[in-house]
């Protein structure tokens, strides 16, 4: 009868060294091969079987105590394990093992998987990105596929969760929505609560600070949902910038965000959501400030806006007033310009 594995290993322990070594060599041989084989598997398992619903944070931290090599084994695709769990439960009811990316970058930030600096795999390039995008730009963009309703809440709130746990390991810093553009990734309607969630930890990133990358706002229409994440990126701007009206008013290449919806979705359509992020009834100041940096959007604007042509500012200037000495001062600079 055979002995069970556990005796097998604890016997080898104890008489390994007095068989004859040629045979011992041979036993070591042999066990190397299996443990490469068991690693294998281990790693086999990360990738593919791994799941959400049926595992624990105990036995992935087993698996990788005891083949810490299946952290760094590669799926044919290239992937690492971090970023198969990144990428998995990509379709409605799919396997999903995302919720156990923290632990495989904690671990495997001690192991050194994907090299120094890498922070357990967290900053290493997926395999068919042709942009360079590394595992933390997946895991705030949109990689959905399906229509947005509750298999797309819950992928996006799943991953909120993994990377409120990697902040507070300190796995996932502010810099790194500044570097690696995750607002901009973020913005959409099926990122919702992560565009939320990295908006409330780096405001300024919504255009309040020099940038590398365009101004959110002004980066909503690259795809079919630009009327949707035109209104994110201004609701969120008045939320934190109500005073910089979010941004509406900002210029790249001398045209503003509030122009480029008038020419992408039409003025109607841009007005309308506008009228929802900045509520007439707020009293704010809009077309004061379309007057200063977007004069030639002050009557389509005012159609909207009827009332807001009364308003006063701290001032106490009326739109006709403020437009008097607006027009004053763009003289005077004309004047020493000229002169």
């Known amino acids: 009868m055979s002995p069970s594995v556990d005796s097998f290993v604890t016997n080898i322990q104890q008489y390994g060294e007095k068989v004859p070594k040629k045979l011992n060599t041979k036993i070591e041989e042999i066990a190397r091969k299996a443990v490469e084989e068991m690693s294998k598997e281990a790693g086999n ?10 595992h624990t944070e105990e036995q992935v931290k087993a698996i990788i105590e005891l083949f810490p090599e299946s952290l760094s084994q590669r799926k044919k695709n290239n992937f690492l394990p971090i ?39 967290l900053l290493s390039v997926m ?48 810099v790194d929505i500044e570097e690696y553009a995750l607002v901009n990734i973020s913005l959409g309607p099926e990122c919702q609560h992560r565009f939320e969630f ?53 210029k790249v290449g001398g045209t503003t965000a509030c122009k480029k919806a008038f020419d992408k979705i039409g003025v109607d359509t841009a007005m309308n959501i506008i009228r929802r992020c900045i509520p007439p009834s707020d009293n704010h100041l809009i077309l004061h400030h379309a007057l200063e940096f977007a004069p030639n959007l002050v009557d389509d604007i005012g159609q909207y806006y009827p009332d807001a042509a009364f308003l006063r500012d701290t001032s106490g200037h009326t739109l006709t007033q403020f437009k008097f000495y607006i027009n004053l001062r763009r003289g005077r600079r004309k004047f020493k310009k000229n002169s």
């Open 198 to 250: 990295f908006t409330s930890w780096d405001p300024d990133a919504l255009g309040a600070r020099d940038s590398q990358w365009r101004v959110p706002i002004h980066d909503v229409f690259k795809y079919n949902s630009g009327k949707e994440n035109f209104e994110m990126a201004l609701q969120a701007g008045m939320a934190y910038f109500p005073e910089r009206f979010g941004f509406l008013f900002h």
């Open 127 to 174: 395999a068919f990105s042709e942009n360079g995008h590394n595992t933390i730009k997946y895991l705030a963009g949109s990689y959905f596929d399906g229509e947005k309703g509750p298999g797309s809440e819950e992928y996006d709130r799943k991953r909120v969760r993994v990377l409120e746990k990697l902040r507070g390991m300190n796995l996932l810093k502010k």
């Open 45 to 54: 398992f990360l990738h593919e079987e791994l799941d959400d619903d049926k």
């Open 83 to 121: 970023q198969s769990a990144t990428m998995s439960g990509c379709r409605s009811g799919a396997r999903s093992s995302v919720s156990f990316v923290p632990l495989m970058a904690s671990e495997g930030y001690r192991l050194g998987v994907g090299g120094e600096g890498n922070r357990g795999g």
